[in-house]
DNA sequence: GACGCAACAGAAAGATTTTCCTGCTTTTCA
DNA sequence: TGAAAAGCAGGAAAATCTTTCTGTTGCGTC
């Protein structure tokens, strides 16, 4: 059976404003689309337990935190069994300096966004990976030298 | 001169549980870094008016409002001249569907993360972005198979 | 001893969350 | 087919909790 929508309009207008702010006021969301703020807030309450709404964070600027490279890390490896897989994940996930980590489909089985401080920084990084890391084939990083767009809000 | 640090460590503690949760009360954050809520509201007035904190959003699962599909885009240009460069950066930040954008160094000039629902709607977004996009000498579409760690919170 | 900074206590303003109610739509049953 | 009943979404108002602002104190420095 193909599942009724689970958002309609007024709920895709309100995570559209929540996406950009969090921090808005129900009053404030209210007004937008054309609500009173307990609807509102009922609204995001069930699209929270849903799961849908995941987190509110805090976003900062990596350079005024001492963290302005970013390096993407794309990783072939040798061995392909659900055990290595699981434990890489593991171990990643452990990495704070590790923001993201993607397992792809073609020529690159892994790829990874990291945030150091500097290439020095960056050096420890790549050696504590390819140490702890057993059976790696290929390790290529690449360099950002601007980020010209970072945006978390999905086109909804 | 080198400038003093702008952050002590109470600061980076209330910005470590910011980044994990922006709807932290400032009592919660004020009893965990051991001060009272005034001087946390405090610091963290400054931080956000000194450009340290850059927002705080909201997250949805991408697979829940409909966007399971993450594809990196890595893509070689023939012009890089300045002109070309603004009018690319205006022209991507424009594209709902490209989450991030960086500009690379190495043999990949830009690389590109695109959310979108399935494949024909990121044909369709293939399509768009080689013809609005002129001069492009390569495109490169990696598509990803799982999010191992999606994070927003800087090591810091 | 005076100054400046950071924290604190308490109060006012504002936001969130709950409770209860109304009207609409859908369902069910005679 | 019609009508009562149930369920659903929104709204008003009150209670609770948070944020934000005021003045004040304590500590370290000069």
Same mark, same amino acid.
């Given at each position: 059976m193909p599942s009724p929508p689970e958002l309609d309009s007024t709920d895709r207008a309100i995570l559209r404003l929540l996406q950009k702010? $969090? $921090?808005?006021?129900l009053a404030a969301i209210a007004a937008e689309v054309g609500l009173t703020p307990t609807p509102c807030w009922k609204r995001i309450r069930r699209m929270e337990t849903a799961g849908i709404i995941t987190g509110r964070v805090t976003l900062l600027d990596p350079a005024k935190v001492g963290l302005p490279l970013s390096v993407f890390v794309a990783l072939e490896i040798g061995d392909h069994s659900a055990g290595w897989i699981e434990a890489f994940a593991k171990t990643v996930s452990e990495m704070p300096e590790v923001l993201e980590c993607w397992r792809m489909g073609g020529d690159v089985d892994y790829l990874l966004r990291v945030a150091v401080e500097d290439m020095p920084a960056y050096d420890a990084f790549y050696r504590r990976l390819t140490a702890t890391v057993p059976g790696l084939r290929n390790v290529t990083s690449r360099f950002a030298m601007e980020r010209v767009k970072a945006s978390t809000a999905l086109p909804i």
């Open positions: 702010d $969090a $921090a808005l006021s």
